[in-house]
């Protein structure tokens, strides 16, 4: 076995934070666009992310950090949604015209107020009270509670809520067990990619670890989400020694990015930014703010790390990307073995880079956490033990490679 480097701690951590901004910094060369608040999406998007309308509409909705750069989620661990944030806010704010429900309902109220957060979205606020007034109030007051609701429903914030789980706002996908997910619509469409992509003068990248250069970030920083693994499907999340000796080698990348098209995000009309401005502005005060509702405060939204103080404003496409990364490990027969595996590639034949359910594939920066993506790749290690991955982009096709984030701050 080859010695391994013993990076551990913060060490490794401050070592995958500069192997994540070394490389940003290459991307947004490439792209030439101003890095100022521009997020990395590091990791492959699956297929499906760009070739239907609700993945793209997955894409626009992720809830951004504070880092510069993230990384593609593990399979089985749910990213935050915009989308979901910011009907915990609406259901956190009190209605903007006093109708007296509130006072009718009395110690009640805080009973409904849970269950009317905790309704599913498909279903309308008039059917969840009624069926809430059934069961917890008695007959003699429903008639006149179901009434004062009526009045409250024509409330905006009480509308709000309604179009929020409004299928006509939705993109459907099926998901990988069969059952089908209503995603909060964007308006994105492979047509509209395809319509935005437009050829980079020079998208050449370059990357070496050994002379790696920084990026400005602008409002963002270089720690933030957790660090992800070089090497995917790793158990129980431990850095083994294969993945330490790829984190600790030389690496070289060269290719370049034929075509980019940057996106504005748009969210249709389950979304109103008035409400989202009309909390931020109001402060922690008790006459925006619902004190009975469970769902969050003024500062679980917007604190230093509230849930929707950022957002994506535009999302970063490419296609046509050709890469050709080099891991200088000297690596000996068992670590190539291992690292072959990983990979998912049969060594000297190109394939499709495809995740199994059991785990993902590939090599930093482009490992796959699940599904098939728009990537063909072959690999090949030469006498001196170097691994050499060669990636390109299936022609037609094209990757979400990160995005700008706004703050509330700029909501009109």
Request: hydrophobic residues 40%.
């Amino acid at each position: 076995m080859s010695e391994l480097v013993d990076f551990g701690g913060q060490r490794l951590s401050h070592l995958y934070s500069s192997l994540d901004m070394g490389w940003r910094a290459s991307v947004v060369k490439a792209l030439n666009i101003n890095a100022s608040n521009f997020q990395l999406l590091c990791g492959s998007t699956t297929i499906e992310n760009a070739t239907t309308n609700a993945g793209l509409s997955l894409l626009a909705d992720r809830l951004p950090s504070c880092s510069a750069v993230v990384h593609i989620p593990a399979q089985g661990k749910c990213a935050p949604r915009f989308s979901t944030e910011y009907r915990r806010l609406l259901g956190a704010i009190l209605p903007e015209t006093g109708v007296g429900l509130r006072g009718y309902l009395g110690d009640s109220y805080g009973s409904w107020v849970k269950t009317r957060n905790r309704a599913r979205s498909c279903f309308s606020q008039r059917t969840v009270f009624a069926q809430w007034a059934q069961q917890h109030l008695p007959p003699g007051k429903q008639e006149q509670a179901n009434a004062l609701f009526d009045l409250a429903a024509h409330d905006p914030v009480s509308s709000a809520r309604d179009l929020h789980g409004n299928l006509r706002f939705r993109d459907m996908r099926l998901r990988s067990s069969g059952q089908i997910e209503h995603v909060p619509s964007y308006g994105l469409t492979p047509a509209r990619v395809r319509a935005a992509l437009f050829p980079i003068q020079d998208g050449r990248l370059r990357f070496d670890s050994d002379e790696m250069h920084k990026a400005d970030t602008g409002e963002l920083t270089w720690l933030g989400a957790g660090h992800a693994s070089r090497l995917p499907n790793l158990r129980n999340g431990n850095f083994d020694s294969l993945e330490r000796r790829v984190a600790s080698s030389r690496i070289t990348i060269t290719g370049e990015i034929a075509k980019r098209a940057v996106l504005p995000i748009l969210p249709m009309g389950w979304y109103d930014p008035a409400f989202v401005t009309r909390a931020f502005n109001a402060g922690p005060c008790r006459e925006v703010w619902d004190g009975w509702s469970d769902t969050g405060r003024w500062s679980t939204f917007f604190g230093s790390n509230g849930l929707i103080r950022r957002h994506l404003t535009q999302l970063v496409m490419v296609s046509g990307m050709r890469l050709s990364i080099s891991v200088h490990g000297r690596f000996d027969d068992a670590e190539r073995a291992g690292l072959a595996a990983r990979l998912g590639l049969n060594s000297g034949h190109e394939g499709r880079v495809v995740a199994p359910k059991s785990g993902g594939v590939g090599v930093w920066p482009f490992a796959l956490r699940e599904g098939a993506s728009d990537l063909m790749g072959q690999m090949r290690f030469d006498d001196a033990g170097t691994l050499h991955v060669s990636l390109r982009q299936i022609p037609g096709t094209f990757q979400c490679v990160g995005a700008r984030v706004g703050t509330v701050q700029g909501v009109e």
